[in-house]
C-alpha cells in the first residue's frame, strides 16, 4: 500500500506512536494533517516530522484540537473538506493510560480516558464519515 500524495488526518501526532507514524508517513509522501491537545509539543513535533517529508510541495499541517469535543473535530474536518483536503485515511493515536491499582483510582480517571481514548477516536471516524 502506497501512501504518497494521500490525504492523511492522524490525531495524537504530538507525541509516540502517534509522532512516530506521522513521520513514516511523511517519509513515504502522504499530505498530514496532525492534530493534538498541546499547541507547543505539536509545533516542536512539526519540525520534526517536515525533516522526514519526501518532496518540498508535500502538505504537513497541524492544528491545535481536543479531539473529546465534538465541535472542534467536527469544525477542523469540515475546515478540511472546504480547502479541498478530505482525508483519504485516518489514523487515531489520540490517548492515554494512568498508570495504578484498579481499585485506588477515582472513577473520573475512567471517565477522562473514556472520553480520550473512546469518544475520541468516535469523534473522527464519524466526522469524516
Known amino acids: ?16 506512536i502517534g ?3 506521522a513521520k513514516q508517513l511523511a517519509a513515504a509522501g502522504a499530505n498530514l494533517f ?6 507547543a509539543k505539536l509545533a ?7 525533516a522526514d517529508a519526501r518532496r518540498p510541495a508535500q502538505a504537513i499541517e497541524i492544528f491545535p484540537a481536543d ?18 483536503r478530505i482525508p483519504d485515511y485516518l ?3 489520540a490517548g492515554y493510560c494512568l498508570p495504578g491499582y484498579f ?10 480516558m473514556m472520553s480520550v481514548n473512546y469518544f475520541g477516536m468516535l469523534h473522527t471516524v464519524k466526522a469524516v464519515a
Request: proline share 3%.
Open 34 to 39: 496532525i492534530v493534538a491537545r498541546d499547541p
Open 19 to 21: 509522532k512516530a507514524t
Open 103 to 112: 481499585h485506588e483510582q477515582p472513577l473520573s480517571v475512567f471517565h477522562e
Open 91 to 93: 489514523f487515531n493515536f
Open 67 to 84: 479531539v473529546t469535543q465534538w465541535g472542534q473535530v467536527r469544525d477542523l474536518v469540515n475546515q478540511l473538506a472546504k480547502a479541498d
Open 1 to 16: 500500500m502506497t501512501f504518497a500524495d494521500k490525504n492523511i488526518l492522524l490525531t495524537g501526532g504530538s507525541s509516540g
Open 44 to 50: 516542536n513535533a512539526l519540525s520534526e516530522i517536515k
